[in-house]
T-cell receptor, first 114, second 115 residues
Framework: KAGVTQTPRYLIKTRGQQVTLSCSPI?????VSWYQQTPGQGLQFLFE???????NKGNFPGRFSGRQFSNSRSEMNVSTLELGDSALYLC?????????????FGQGTRLTVV | DAKTTQPTSMDCAEGRAANLPCNHS???????VYWYRQIHSQGPQYIIH???NNETNEMASLIITEDRKSSTLILPHATLRDTAVYYC????????????????FGQGTILTVHP
């Protein structure tokens, strides 16, 4: 069974631009969560989608948004990029949104803002 | 979600058991204990999770105390490839039942396995 696939793996953008990252969950998984990892703040929760609905959102500005499609694939978008948005962005998928089900992570997208 | 406390770092000799402790004294009845690890710049890898009973899989064992206020992850025969940051996470639902999908990561324990 294929794992969680994130594309692209690496990305370089300029301040002020916008970026879209993609996540394909494990087949059959309906819950997708996004995380940002930086050296200073560690792993922080961005948002979670389940059956195309955002169920939970972390403490990030409105420049960070996401969506989930009917096939459970998810995208996150960051507009008006800032240098501080440089980070590893991770996606995790779960069969459902229950607390007793494991979440599996992709390898992440490394975003560098210059 | 309940807060967890882990030692900042630990060392272990190759071939020996690595026992990683975690305190979660404010855990509530419906919250699970999860363990993940992250090897440098890779995505976190799921290890094991449990609610009340001890759990074992091909990677590790999870021992949860009877009062559920602490747990220990055991890697029975540590290898050099087990060197990673290990995260203990408590995961459950909030009053509205909507925080299931959220994993709250702390700083974790840096486990170094040496020859």
């Amino acid at each position: 069974k294929a794992g969680v696939t994130q594309t692209p793996r690496y990305l370089i953008k300029t301040r002020g631009q916008q970026v879209t990252l993609s996540c394909s969950p494990i087949s059959g998984h309906r819950s997708v969560s996004w995380y940002q990892q930086t050296p200073g703040q560690g792993l922080q929760f961005l948002f979670e989608y389940f059956s195309e609905t955002q169920r939970n959102k972390g403490n990030f500005p409105g420049r960070f948004s996401g969506r989930q499609f009917s096939n459970s694939r998810s995208e996150m978008n960051v507009s008006t990029l800032e240098l501080g948005d440089s980070a590893l962005y991770l996606c995790a998928s779960s069969p459902d949104a229950g607390p007793g089900t494991e979440a599996f992570f992709g390898q992440g997208t490394r975003l560098t803002v210059v | 979600d309940a807060k967890t406390t882990q030692p900042t770092s630990m060392d272990c000799a190759e071939g020996r058991a690595a026992n990683l402790p975690c305190n979660h004294s404010t855990i509530s009845g419906n919250e699970y204990v999860y363990w993940y690890r992250q090897i440098h710049s890779q995505g976190p890898q799921y290890i094991i999770h449990g609610l009340k009973n001890n759990e074992t899989n091909e990677m590790a064992s999870l021992i949860i105390t009877e009062d559920r206020k602490s747990s220990t992850l055991i890697l029975p025969h540590a290898t050099l490839r087990d060197t990673a940051v290990y995260y203990c996470i408590v995961r459950g639902s909030n009053a509205g039942g909507t925080s299931y999908g959220k994993l709250t990561f702390g700083q974790g324990t840096i486990l170094t396995v040496h020859p």
